[in-house]
């Protein structure tokens, strides 16, 4: 009966986990994280509540591994290339900001943290410190991507302290929990774990240029997914060996996977299985073991949670202040409320100072149930006070080189709503009596050098399109140097030169003249569909919502054409019952204010 009664409570858990989802979404309750309800829901079956759940084996050993997964998909969440995100010249450094804000948010935190420790409530400050300086990235994330603005230098700084937040303090409790230890060798074994990290690394990066996965690789095989559990159950098992914490070994695993930047299929599989199975159960089972009966009995523990909650508000609020420096007054309040939102790293922290015996189970309590608060409240502060997406800045392109093709995209480009500077070192061009509607610049000579003083760098695509075949390498390799993200290079012949960058995308002025010429004799009509004035357009599909939905039930399309469809290696031809997957590349044909709208809809 005992097996059946364990078995009885995770159905139960499963079963809700499912219906909270769809009961938020019919009662319009959007502004309410999922896993903040499972939280409150596990209270209230809990042993604060009606005591229906037990805290049984086969409970206890889902709930660790969701835990542990999900601290590994924190690490996963981690962007390093957004590290190196390229600035315009005219915007805001988003990782100047983001350092310096993490810094005065940490000072802030220790003075919190001592006031705590001098109340009585932690025999640690220091400790503490580490607990309120957190934010969660599950919380903010979904928000930005929600608002639209990601990718805006904006959206980047709230990302980017977010992400320096999670990062530093799960390395900072490692680090805390080492020098706790005993025994003096424990900090010098962590230094092991993180060389073993590095090696890791460099492994990886050579499997996955390796044939070995693609010829392996099969649906019933799926030997990706197989070496991510390996790699997490390993490294949780290193860092327990070395005295770390578990969940320390979980973060890196996800770091790692992050770094080798996989397919964002790939990626959305992990985390359906992990929010899908694993992680709700632990949510669950958080809500179901909090001594919320203590924490109310307690006055002076119940007196934290207000003090805990300024602690959190007050420790990111006030850095962000900064901010108005870059940003607007309603943006910097924006941000400041938002990032005041925490909980995984806040469940993990506490369960490791009941570990070391730094605070009770009461108060570990009433950080839980402050930072469920901060994750309800922060959202819907944001959204009150956050303004609204304004218009997406046009697209900058430099064509280097005039002539009649240059002249002629130029003009087309300016039409479409590209932001368009062509340069030239022919004087003569801006004295002939035609106008242009683009901006022209007449440099002494197409160097590196001379260029570089007019913030190319700065440009979205780079299109170098002379005469002179040497010149136009030497120039796009400078501009791929320079971290253009796309650049286009004339040559002249068919084969890619050995000395042009592989990431360069050539344009052979041979090959594209014959393709033209077939494209006429077998296909005129759509060589005449082309010339048409309705735009084609990629857009990149990301909104993980919408992963599987047919083309038909994506009512956004409206008259649309999805031409074809790009995933991975595959051309797709569309139909209405065709799925879309995240990742998906779609060809797309239709007005510019439609495909205004398809891109944001798929983001």
Known sequence: MEGHHSLFSLMIVVTLAFLIPIILDRLKWRFLPVVVVEILAGILLGKSGLGILDNDEWLTILSTL??????????LEIDFDSFNVKKKSDEANALKISSITFVFILSLSALFGMVFQWMGFVTDGLFMMLIISTISLSIVVPILKDKGITNTPYGQSILLTAVISDFATMILLAVYVALQAD?????????????????????????????????????SVQLGTRGVFALILFFVVLSEEVGAESILGAFLAGVLVSLVSPKIEFTHQLTSFGFGFLIPIFFFMVGATLELRELFADQAALLMIPLILLSFYASKFFPVLIWRRW???????AAGSLLPSTLSLVIAGTAIGIDLEIMTPTVQAALILSAVISTIISPILFQKVAPEETETAPKRIALIGANTINLALGKQLHQD?????????????????????????VVKELTPDKLSTHQIADSDYVVVFTSNEKRNIELANW?????????????????????????????????????LLQALIEHPSLFRFLQADQPMQEVRFENQNLHGKQIKDLSFLADALVIRIFRGNDTIIPHGDTQIHVGDILLISADRHLIKTIRKECS
């Open 479 to 515: 501009a791929k140097k320079e971290h253009v993200a796309n650049v286009i290079c004339r040559i002249d012949s068919e084969e890619h030169p050995n000395e042009l960058d592989q990431e360069i995308q050539a344009f052979s002025t041979f090959t594209s003249n014959r393709i």
């Open 417 to 441: 709503g590209y932001e368009v500077t062509m340069f030239t070192s022919d004087p003569t061009l801006n004295e002939q009596e035609r106008q242009y509607p683009f901006e022209t610049r």
């Open 66 to 75: 969701g835990f542990i997964y999900l601290m590994f998909l924190s690490g």
């Open 183 to 219: 025994n003096l060798a424990r900090p010098f074994l962590l230094l092991i774990l993180f060389v073993v990290v590095f090696f890791f690394y460099r492994f990886m990066l050579r499997f996955k240029k390796g044939k070995i996965i693609e010829r392996i690789s099969k649906e």
């Open 327 to 333: 940003f607007s007054v309603k943006q910097t309040l």
